[in-house]
């Protein structure tokens, strides 16, 4: 005999309704948690249920589905995008690799798991084809099926590759970042280790945050010509946003990024608008050569992060 299953206090799933899963979200709504947050527990737990009922544990309706969130929950933290200005004084801030690192993210906007599953073979053809993420070491296939289509790479980043394959002893396989054992380096050790302390030093003696500074005899003083850190899909909302404000049409903004929200002309796109991608690179590779001839010196490498305009796409910009 087939057992029944149990949510995890004990109650029978055939015993739950919607005033029980509402009284979940109303709970967890009291954390202060952003409401698309609650939007996105309440389509997990819609999910669950929905299951359920396909594996024959549930017979009624979908105990979810008439549930809503709490309307006056918080809304979602505002987002950052990087301008082009800012990505080249990230570059000059931020040591190798963090730089090179930072150049895939801003001009081919690839997800910080698949920065860290980069490898080798996946870049050739003038494209770096996605074939995987590693999350908390785990490698993973990519976000959805679209995420793996080939991204196109402008001419300063074939070059900053190129070098970065140099300085790595002209490799053909394995990992394109790699740690000191030659495993794939770890996104967050390197935002931890290396761009942080790249970004937050003193304006008095330069030194970073933290250890390094605990014995000075004066107070740490971020310095503020020094760009912030908002993380690597800051960039990637970046390449969106400078994309947009470049005149690229929206559509091909969503190819380029590999958008998978927009379901009707995803599969359009993907398979027939390989000369609009490239010719929306272009554009972006035109417009980032005319801003890093007039830049800070080049290559040294840091992070920052420009607050969109309010005019951009929400699409484009998250």
């Known amino acids: 005999m087939k057992p029944l299953a149990t949510s995890a206090k004990g109650t029978l799933i055939k015993d739950i309704r919607c005033a029980t899963i509402q009284r979940w979200l109303d709970t967890v709504s009291q954390k202060n948690l952003a409401r698309n947050t609650l939007q996105r527990v309440k389509a997990f737990l819609s999910g669950a249920f929905k299951e359920a009922r396909r594996l024959g544990y549930l017979d009624t309706e979908n105990p979810a589905k008439d549930c809503r969130v709490n309307p006056h929950a918080r809304r979602p933290a505002k987002t950052y995008a990087y301008t082009l200005q800012e990505i080249f004084e990230i570059l000059a801030a931020l040591p190798e690799p963090a730089a090179t690192v930072f150049a895939v993210a801003s001009f081919a906007g690839l997800r910080r798991g698949e920065l860290e599953g980069l490898e080798w073979p996946d870049f050739h053809d003038g494209h770096l084809w996605v074939a995987r993420s590693i999350w908390n070491g785990e490698v993973l296939l990519p976000k959805t099926e679209v995420s793996a289509s080939p991204v196109p790479t402008v001419k300063l980043l074939v070059e900053r590759l190129e070098l970065h394959r140099v300085r790595s002893g002209n490799l053909d396989n394995g990992p394109i970042f790699r740690n000191t054992l030659g495993k794939h380096l770890s996104m967050n050790n390197l935002i931890n280790r290396v761009i942080r302390p790249a970004l937050n030093q003193c304006r ?16 740490f003083e971020r310095d503020p010509r020094l760009p912030k850190w908002y993380g690597f899909h800051a960039a990637r909302r970046g390449l969106g946003t400078n994309l947009y404000y470049l005149g690229v049409p929206d559509k091909t903004i969503q190819a380029i990024l590999r958008h998978s929200n927009v379901s009707i002309t ?25 801003i890093e001839k007039s830049a800070v010196p080049a290559v040294r490498d840091s992070y920052g992060t420009v607050k969109p305009s309010l005019d951009a796409s929400p699409e484009l910009v998250n």
């Open 266 to 290: 995803l599969g359009y796109y993907v398979k027939t608008a390989s000369p609009e991608v490239l010719a929306g690179m272009n554009k972006l590779e035109d417009a980032a050569q005319i």
């Open 204 to 219: 008095h003696c330069g030194l970073a945050q933290g250890k390094a500074h605990a014995k000075e005899d004066h107070v």
